[in-house]
Each structure stands twice: as structure tokens, then as C-alpha cells.
């Protein structure tokens, strides 16, 4: 267990809505990741947050968006769904960028019909 | 723009022989290295790095090795047990400014260890 809780696990949703991803970092964490893996793909960097501010962005795309809240938890935000957003979803999240290690949530799997 | 490259799609090894898990990528600008292992449906978890200054890491089972002038790493397993079957991930981190940072990660290697 990492320590990272991320909701829903499995997602099902047509093409043109709007769902929200939710992820709790590890206690104490203060940067939370969120990375995409379509099939037989690599884990693609969408955006980090620091503290609630958003510190880098990979290749997100407009119809995305997240935020940090005060408590730290974090929400994935996917809109106007196309069935190319069919993927799984991970949360991670570290304390600090000393070592670079980031732990993993069990990721949210979303399918797009 | 791939940056992070495992060539190597899978890999089969007997347990008990070493296995070596390669890794290529294209920017200079990374400082850190990590592998991560994952498992059916479970997110990845952290396995071992090595600092850019460093050529070599060892825990365990698990050393790493890294070839700056070649921009290349791998990852060796010995001896390789069961428990090592899993999807492998390289992984490299982009040395940033103050609390920016991100892993660029590699597309994977599915290792099978077999009896």
C-alpha cells in the first residue's frame, strides 16, 4: 500500500462528458502528480501541483484540468471525453523532489463508449 | 519526442540467471534515474536510482548501472525469482527549479521469470 488512494478505480462514461478523477497523496506529501497510460503506452507526465500551485505541466490537454485543494487532495478534471481518452489514470505523489521517487496510486481506469 | 526508451518490449528469463533490463534516453538535462516495477492492476512502486554522478547503485538483487557518455542504463536482476515477473519502467528526472519536477518515464519491459 503507497499510501495513496485514488477514486474511482473503474470509470465507464460516453463520449462528449465530463468526469473527475479524485486522488489523496500519502500524509505529509505536498506534490501531487497526475500521469496518463493509454495502452501499450508509458506513463505520460499530464501535471504536477506543489502545495496547491501548479509547478509543471507535461502534455495536457485544454479539455483537461486539475487543482490542489487546501487539504491537499487532488481532482482530475476531463471534459468533452473522446474515446481516445480511454485510459488508465495515476496519482502520485512525494514530499520533495530530493530523489525524484514518486509513489503510485492503484490508478483510475477510465473507459469512453 | 520520446526521451526514455526501453527498446525492449519483453524479456524471458530463467530463475536463477541474471536478468538485464536496458534503458536509452536523449536528455542531458536529467539528473536522476529510477526503475519502477509494476504489477497487474496496481500502480507502479519505486525499485532503485542512481544520481547522475554516479555510474553505479546496488540493492540487493537490484544494481543499476548508469552510462553517461552513452546515455544508456540498465537494470540487473540476479538472481531472478517468480516474484520478479512485472512490467519495468525507466524512468529519468528533469533537474528543474525549486519544487518543479517530473519523471519522464519509458514505455516498459514485461519480464517473465520462468521455473
Known amino acids: 500500500d503507497s499510501g495513496v488512494t485514488q477514486t474511482p478505480k473503474h470509470l465507464i462514461t460516453a463520449t462528449g462528458q465530463r468526469v473527475t478523477l479524485r486522488c489523496s497523496p500519502r500524509?505529509?506529501?505536498?506534490?501531487v502528480y497526475w500521469y496518463q497510460q493509454s495502452l501499450d503506452q508509458g506513463l505520460q507526465f499530464l501535471i504536477q501541483?506543489?502545495?496547491?500551485?501548479?509547478?509543471a505541466k507535461g502534455n495536457i490537454l485544454e479539455r483537461f484540468s486539475a487543482q490542489q485543494f487546501p487539504d491537499l487532495h487532488s481532482e482530475l478534471n476531463l471534459s468533452s471525453l473522446e474515446l481516445g481518452d480511454s485510459a488508465l489514470y495515476f496519482c502520485?505523489?512525494?514530499?520533495?523532489?530530493?530523489?525524484?521517487?514518486?509513489?503510485f496510486g492503484e490508478g483510475s481506469r477510465l473507459t469512453v463508449l | 519526442d520520446q526521451q526514455v526508451k526501453q527498446n525492449s518490449p519483453s524479456l524471458s528469463v530463467q530463475e536463477g540467471r541474471i536478468s538485464i533490463l536496458n534503458c536509452d534516453y536523449t536528455?542531458?538535462?536529467?539528473?536522476?534515474f529510477l526503475w519502477y516495477k509494476k504489477y497487474p492492476a496496481e500502480g507502479p512502486t519505486f525499485l532503485i536510482s542512481?544520481?547522475?554522478?554516479?555510474d553505479k547503485n546496488e540493492d540487493g538483487r537490484f544494481t543499476v548501472f548508469l552510462n553517461k557518455s552513452a546515455k544508456h542504463l540498465s537494470l540487473h536482476i540476479v538472481p531472478s525469482q517468480p516474484g520478479d515477473s512485472a512490467v519495468y519502467f525507466c524512468?529519468?528526472?528533469?533537474?528543474?527549479?525549486?519544487?518543479?519536477?517530473?519523471?519522464?518515464f519509458g514505455t516498459g519491459t514485461r519480464l517473465q521469470v520462468t521455473l
Open positions: 502520485a505523489s512525494s514530499l520533495n523532489r530530493a530523489t525524484g521517487e514518486l509513489f
Open positions: 500524509s505529509g506529501d505536498l506534490s
Open positions: 501541483y506543489y502545495n496547491g500551485e501548479e509547478r
Open positions: 536528455n542531458s538535462m536529467f539528473d536522476y
Open positions: 542512481i544520481s547522475s554522478i554516479k
Open positions: 524512468a529519468a528526472r528533469s533537474s528543474g527549479t525549486g519544487t518543479a519536477s517530473k519523471l519522464t
